[in-house]
């Protein structure tokens, strides 16, 4: 999470929302409401500077926030999906994180300018027959739309969601007019969350976890007797990146720019077509955002993100060049 939200799915198709349609792929956005959620949880309520109507998005969907101090963060969409004109998005404090959510609790306030990018879904809400979704923390954020999706389509589905304490758990009073399908479990007073629940689920049952690593960990465990495409996640930092599959350098050509570069061992994909004069939107730099996903054209990609699932990268035709490198001598990108 990157500030406030996490990012990174496995186990179901993916579902990529086009970017805003604007010049460079970015729109401004003003600060029209910061309140707080919890402890330690503020909440923006944002607004298209010129008032316009804002790209559409789907459960599970989350932005780039660009600030004026220049750091470009992702947060999950939380907010009514069917108001064209606002957007919400829920960030926590993290003290030793890398500066994003000590800026927006520090110094970001109303009226305030930020520029958007997005948004894209790399976490969609496949069909089910019933949903248990499964939240710690501030990874309640993009289950909020997606529980409102599953109500509006009459599916059933339940609510586990954790927290350290009641104080710090953001939404419950927006989260207490569904009744006994959420179950609030801070830790201070029920200990772990009881992921047996998992295994009582009806058949037909799609789990959605987002949440720290140690519950996304748990949960997969829990898990693991669910059918395949049956588990989707979201992690707040990226996986362990595995080594490169080769130590030498490759070449990258980018088919639309007409320009090919050498990527050398100690250099990113990223970098080095920024080097040639061909930047791509990126954010995280830790293949988890989806923010700077390339198209594959030719070539085997290596790949070393935190969200492509196995059927993703099989079919080899996307890239994420801020940490996925190249299995091949030339790796042709739609840049």
Same mark, same amino acid.
């Given at each position: 999470m990157l500030s406030g939200m996490s990012i990174t799915s496995d186990a179901s198709p993916r579902q990529v929302a086009p970017a805003a349609p604007s010049s460079?792929?970015?729109v401004g956005l003003r600060v029209t409401r910061v309140e707080t959620l919890a402890e330690g949880v503020r909440g923006l309520t944002l607004s298209a500077a010129d008032d316009g109507r804002l790209p559409d998005w789907t459960p599970g969907s989350h932005v780039d926030l660009t600030f004026d101090n220049g750091l470009t963060r992702q947060y999950s $969409?939380? !907010?009514? #999906?069917?108001?064209?004109? @606002?957007y919400r998005v829920a960030v926590l404090?993290?003290?030793? !994180?890398?500066? !994003?959510? &000590?800026?927006?609790?520090?110094?970001? *306030?109303e009226g305030d300018r930020v520029e958007l990018a997005g948004p894209r879904n790399n976490f969609a809400l496949a069909p089910a027959d019933h949903y248990l979704f499964i939240a710690g923390g501030i990874g309640i954020t993009p289950l909020l739309p997606m529980m409102e999706q599953a109500a509006m389509l009459d599916i059933p589905w339940t609510l586990l969601y954790g927290g350290r304490?009641? *104080? +710090?758990? *953001?939404? %419950?009073? /927006? %989260?207490?007019r569904w009744g006994d399908r959420v179950l609030v479990r801070p830790q201070d007073e029920y200990g772990l969350l009881d992921l047996s629940v998992i295994g009582d689920q009806p058949a037909g049952t799609k789990?959605?976890?987002?949440?720290?690593?140690? $519950? %996304?960990?748990a949960v997969r465990v829990? =898990? *693991?007797g669910l059918p395949a !495409?049956? $588990?989707? @996640?979201?992690?707040?930092? &990226?996986g362990a990146i595995p080594p490169p599959v080769r130590s030498t350098s490759f070449e990258v050509e980018l088919a639309r720019s007409g320009v090919t570069v050498t990527v050398e061992p100690g250099s990113s994909v990223l970098?080095?077509?920024?080097?040639?004069?061909?930047?791509?939107? =990126? +954010?995280? #730099? /830790?293949?988890?955002?989806? @923010?700077?996903? @390339?198209?594959v054209i030719d070539g085997t990609p290596d790949h070393r993100d935190s969200l492509l699932d196995d059927e993703d990268r099989r079919r080899g035709d996307c890239f994420y060049p801020c940490v996925s490198r190249a299995a091949c001598d030339l790796l042709v990108l739609d840049a």
């Open positions: 460079g792929g970015k $969409l939380c !907010g009514d #999906r069917w108001d064209p004109h @606002t404090r993290e003290p030793a !994180g890398r500066g !994003g959510s &000590a800026y927006v609790h520090d110094e970001l *306030a304490h009641r *104080a +710090s758990m *953001a939404f %419950l009073d /927006q %989260l207490a789990v959605y976890c987002c949440g720290p690593e140690p $519950l %996304l960990d829990a =898990a *693991a !495409g049956h $588990l989707r @996640t979201e992690r707040f930092v &990226a970098d080095a077509v920024a080097g040639a004069g061909v930047p791509i939107l =990126a +954010s995280c #730099r /830790q293949g988890i955002c989806g @923010t700077c996903e @390339t198209g």
